[in-house]
């Protein structure tokens, strides 16, 4: 099982303390730092740029997104973004997007809530596609590209024509297929990893051969619900469970007094439960039910707390029955001293990631 963090950073946090965690979790090994995006008063709304600044500040960690909001701009975006980052980073970035998950969001976009999972699917076709092809149009009912682009649905290769002249060659024609410059630098393309936000949407992820990522504050009993319907989906479409990645974010507090974790976790994850709920908007169902946990099933259900003994049996078992196996923690919760969040990501590293890789 691999391990990594997760940031949710919003309006009042700290960059560079971030970023020096970051830094001290790529020079301990760990596997992967992802950044979560959200427009509003919770969460960053623009986190390619902190990708970026971690890829730059890091060696061998995978930076990427948990869930970047294709639906609400341009995909084309996006996939740009990545494949910048992707060389920057040297082939470390992993794209981890999503079909959305908060009804303002769209609303402030100027983008109706009902399209989402059909945008989202043709999002993901154009990012593999221009991802891996060169010189291509693609048309669907929600995206074009170029965005002149026409005839039958779906994405079509450029015919060749000899002799063959590069697209920034051919003077004021106005070309009806277009390349993706700069390429990424993984091949085919960058990892990518789906937002399970829907049963549509894990089963579109597992019918592509997509890897899932499972957010947090998710009881186990919805994790499991989860993955069994995303297994179904890649057994049907004939694909391997070793392809892919299936992620787990959770909130993890971890220090070598088992009570002081749970002091200082029960308190941020209530906080961070209530600055969540303004933005679930009508439907708090799934607030609702997490809400209503007493505290001990709150930590046992939707978190990970404690020192070494009582986390490893509790990993080891979601690795066995489950098959997780990414585990992405976020640590610095609302109201945790940046010093306990380091003091967790240390022992993270030397106590939970070595005993995990087998």
Same mark, same amino acid.
């Given at each position: 099982?691999?391990?990594?963090?997760?940031?949710?950073?919003?309006?009042?946090?700290?960059?560079?303390?971030?970023?020096? =965690?970051?830094?001290?979790?790529?020079?301990?090994?760990?596997?992967?730092?992802?950044?979560?995006?959200? @427009?509003?008063?919770?969460?960053?709304?623009?986190?390619?740029? *902190?990708? #970026? #600044? #971690?890829?730059?500040?890091? /060696?061998?960690?995978r930076v990427g997104s948990s869930n970047r909001q294709l639906c609400l701009e341009y995909p084309i975006n996006g996939a740009e973004d990545y494949a910048v980052i992707d060389q920057i980073s040297r082939g470390r970035v992993v794209a981890g997007v999503s079909a959305g998950e908060r009804e303002q969001e769209f609303q402030a976009a100027g983008v109706p809530w009902s399209e989402r999972e059909g945008r989202f699917g043709e999002a993901l076709e154009l990012l593999r596609t221009v991802w891996s092809q060169s010189n291509?149009?693609?048309?669907?009912? @929600?995206?074009?590209?170029?965005? @002149?682009?026409?005839?039958?649905?779906?994405?079509?290769?450029?015919?060749? /024509?000899?002799?063959?002249?590069?697209?920034? $060659?051919?003077?004021? +024609?106005?070309?009806? @297929?277009?390349?993706?410059?700069?390429?990424?630098?993984?091949?085919?393309?960058?990892?990518?990893?789906?937002?399970?936000?829907?049963? #549509?949407?894990? =089963?579109?992820?597992?019918? /592509?051969?997509?890897?899932?990522?499972?957010?947090? *504050?998710?009881?186990?009993?919805?994790? $499991?619900?989860? +993955?069994?319907?995303?297994? $179904?989906?890649?057994?049907?479409?004939?694909?391997? $469970?070793?392809?892919?990645?299936?992620?787990?974010?959770?909130? *993890?507090?971890?220090?070598?007094?088992?009570?002081?974790?749970r002091d200082r976790a029960l308190p941020a994850l209530r906080s961070r439960i209530e600055q969540l709920r303004p933005q679930a908007g009508e439907d708090q169902s799934g607030l609702a039910v997490i809400r209503g946990l007493s505290d001990e099933e709150l930590l046992n259900q939707c978190a990970l707390y404690g020192n070494h003994d009582d986390l490893l049996p509790r990993l080891l078992s979601l690795k066995a029955e489950a098959g997780i196996n990414h585990l992405i923690c976020r640590t610095s919760l609302p109201g945790l001293n940046p010093l306990d969040v380091m003091h967790s990501i240390r022992l993270i590293a030397s106590s939970l990631h070595s005993r995990l890789q087998a």
């Amino acid at each position: 099982m691999r391990v990594g963090l997760l940031y949710s950073l919003g309006p009042d946090c700290n960059y560079d303390v971030a970023l020096e =965690q970051i830094e001290e979790a790529d020079r301990l090994g760990l596997n992967s730092v992802l950044f979560e995006e959200h @427009h509003g008063d919770l969460g960053c709304p623009a986190i390619m740029p *902190l990708i #970026a #600044a #971690a890829a730059s500040r890091t /060696k061998t960690i995978r930076v990427g997104s948990s869930n970047r909001q294709l639906c609400l701009e341009y995909p084309i975006n996006g996939a740009e973004d990545y494949a910048v980052i992707d060389q920057i980073s040297r082939g470390r970035v992993v794209a981890g997007v999503s079909a959305g998950e908060r009804e303002q969001e769209f609303q402030a976009a100027g983008v109706p809530w009902s399209e989402r999972e059909g945008r989202f699917g043709e999002a993901l076709e154009l990012l593999r596609t221009v991802w891996s092809q060169s010189n291509v149009s693609f048309v669907g009912e @929600h995206y074009r590209f170029p965005l @002149h682009a026409q005839g039958e649905p779906g994405w079509q290769r450029e015919p060749y /024509k000899p002799p063959f002249v590069d697209q920034w $060659r051919r003077g004021q +024609i106005i070309p009806e @297929h277009l390349p993706l410059l700069p390429q990424p630098l993984q091949w085919p393309h960058p990892p990518m990893w789906v937002n399970a936000t829907s049963e #549509a949407i894990i =089963q579109l992820a597992g019918s /592509k051969g997509y890897s899932l990522l499972i957010s947090p *504050l998710e009881t186990e009993t919805e994790v $499991r619900a989860k +993955i069994d319907l995303y297994d $179904r989906a890649l057994g049907q479409a004939g694909r391997d $469970r070793n392809e892919v990645e299936v992620a787990l974010c959770r909130e *993890l507090f971890m220090d070598t007094d088992g009570d002081v974790a749970r002091d200082r976790a029960l308190p941020a994850l209530r906080s961070r439960i209530e600055q969540l709920r303004p933005q679930a908007g009508e439907d708090q169902s799934g607030l609702a039910v997490i809400r209503g946990l007493s505290d001990e099933e709150l930590l046992n259900q939707c978190a990970l707390y404690g020192n070494h003994d009582d986390l490893l049996p509790r990993l080891l078992s979601l690795k066995a029955e489950a098959g997780i196996n990414h585990l992405i923690c976020r640590t610095s919760l609302p109201g945790l001293n940046p010093l306990d969040v380091m003091h967790s990501i240390r022992l993270i590293a030397s106590s939970l990631h070595s005993r995990l890789q087998a």
